[in-house]
């Protein structure tokens, strides 16, 4: 079974926002764009909408799918669309995250992301 997730490409000056995954989950310490599971019933648009509210508390308009991938975990599957995002509404809270960081996409290549994260940093578009 393949989870359908979603995540965020929120820019600001030239950069986008990482954030690093707490301890207990799964890719712990890694960063990642934010987002999160789709929920039945859920379009992937109201789902990213949803995950940034209760793990940043922003509120976000939700624009073009910018990549996606499909990448196979020890213990499951996901398939990760990258959405662009623009903040309407509030600054990034970390409500789940223990960091989060502005970044290049030079400065991203150098860190350490979850896998699928680092896929879809290699198909951005560009430029970007």
Same mark, same amino acid.
């Given at each position: 079974? +393949?989870?359908? /997730?979603? @995540?965020? &490409? ?5 950069? $986008?926002?990482?954030?690093?995954? %707490? !301890?207990?989950?799964?890719? @712990?310490?890694?960063?990642?764009? /934010?987002?999160?599971?789709?929920? *039945?019933?859920?379009? %992937?648009?109201? @789902?990213? #909408? ?11 308009? /939700? ?5 996606? +991938?499909?990448?196979?975990?020890? #213990? ?14 509030? !600054? %990034?809270?970390?409500? !789940?995250? +223990? ?5 290049? &996409? #030079? !400065?991203?290549?150098?860190? @350490?992301?979850? *896998? #699928? ?7 951005? *578009?560009?430029? $970007?």
């Amino acid at each position: 079974m +393949t989870l359908e /997730v979603v @995540a965020a &490409c929120i820019r600001r000056n030239g950069r $986008f926002l990482l954030c690093r995954r %707490p !301890e207990g989950k799964n890719c @712990a310490g890694m960063w990642e764009f /934010v987002g999160g599971k789709i929920e *039945p019933g859920e379009s %992937p648009e109201q @789902a990213l #909408a949803r995950e940034l509210r209760e793990e940043l508390a922003v509120d976000v308009s /939700v624009g073009a799918a910018l990549a996606d +991938t499909v990448h196979i975990y020890p #213990a499951y599957q996901v398939h990760l669309i990258l959405f662009q995002a623009q903040l309407r509404k509030g !600054e %990034p809270v970390l409500l !789940e995250h +223990t960091e989060a960081r502005w970044v290049t &996409c #030079a !400065e991203a290549a150098g860190m @350490a992301l979850c *896998p #699928a994260d680092r896929e879809l940093l290699e198909k951005l *578009p560009e430029p $970007f």
